[in-house]
């Protein structure tokens, strides 16, 4: 059982990697000048690290979150991940994310007993 919650903290990485690739994708392809796609493209994604760091980083964030204070991080989280993939794509694209975050969150939550990597 080890090897699958592994697995799926790996997954979770991954995730979290694709909400800030979706943030900068959004961010580049946004209709408006250069200038404006640029500060948005750089923007987005650092915004997004820093609501993560400071809030749902594993055992390593600044304000912890637990019970429904961390689902609801991650729903708006991994959720904006997934509008502004749907946003800079096309709408399968973002639901496919949204829904891949669902079964790992309920992945970690049967295999760890909550939503925190490595809680």
Do not use: C, D, H, Y
């Amino acid at each position: 059982m080890s090897g699958l919650k592994g697995a799926n903290l790996v997954a979770m990485f991954l995730l979290e990697l694709g909400v800030v690739a979706a943030a900068a994708v959004w961010g580049f392809t946004m209709p408006g000048s250069v200038l404006v796609r640029v500060v948005t493209g750089l923007m987005a994604p650092t915004l997004f690290i820093l609501m993560w760091a400071m809030f749902g980083a594993g055992q390593n964030r600044r304000f912890p979150l637990t019970g429904r204070w961390r689902l609801a991080l991650e729903v708006i989280w991994f959720g904006g991940g997934a509008l502004a993939w749907a946003s800079a794509t096309n709408l399968l694209v973002g639901v496919i994310f949204f829904v891949l975050w669902a079964v790992n969150a309920v992945l970690r939550v049967r295999l760890q007993g909550n939503l925190i990597p490595g809680g």
